[in-house]
């Protein structure tokens, strides 16, 4: 009997005393003020790339993104559109698409075809705003900081 009551003590030693309750906080950004401004992507060398995304810039739900090679004469993609914001989700549908070589002839540039809308989806991995990383639909990730305000 005496074995038999030592082990019910000891049973009851091991039970935990500890919260078993854990508290799961998540934060849920609001990413439609953080966005908003003029951003230069920090992944290029400036002096011969220049890619940059505007978001708001002709008013909400507008989109710009400027994907241009400086040699000599300007070339490259000048997008512009429209966009949805859902969580972390950015749908940028560009409806004006202007792709030109340095001879000023149409042709296709990283995705983009001249004259030919394009839709993209953005996931925002961060954004401060100040600083903003988007992935895009194949996986590639892109850093971007705020040089301008939007008006």
């Given amino acids: 009997m005496q074995t038999l009551l030592i082990a019910s003590v000891l049973c009851l030693g091991f039970s935990s005393c500890g919260d078993d ?18 951003w230069a992507n920090t992944d290029v060398d400036e002096d011969y790339y220049y890619v940059s995304l505007s978001i708001d810039y002709k008013g909400s739900g507008t989109i710009s993104f400027y994907d241009l090679i400086n040699d ?29 070589d340095a001879n000023y002839k149409s042709f296709t540039y990283h995705g983009f075809s001249d004259g030919k809308s394009r839709t993209i989806v953005y996931t925002i991995q961060s ?8 992935t895009d639909e194949s996986g590639k990730n892109a850093n971007y900081e705020k040089y301008a305000d939007v008006k």
């Fill in 72 to 100: 000599d004469d300007q070339y490259g993609v000048m997008a512009f559109g429209t966009y949805t914001l859902n969580g972390n989700k950015l749908t940028a549908i560009y409806n004006d698409v202007d792709c030109k």
């Fill in 21 to 38: 309750d854990e508290t799961v906080t998540t934060v849920d950004t609001d990413f439609s003020k953080l966005i908003r401004g003029h």
């Fill in 127 to 134: 954004c401060d705003g100040n600083k903003l990383v988007l």
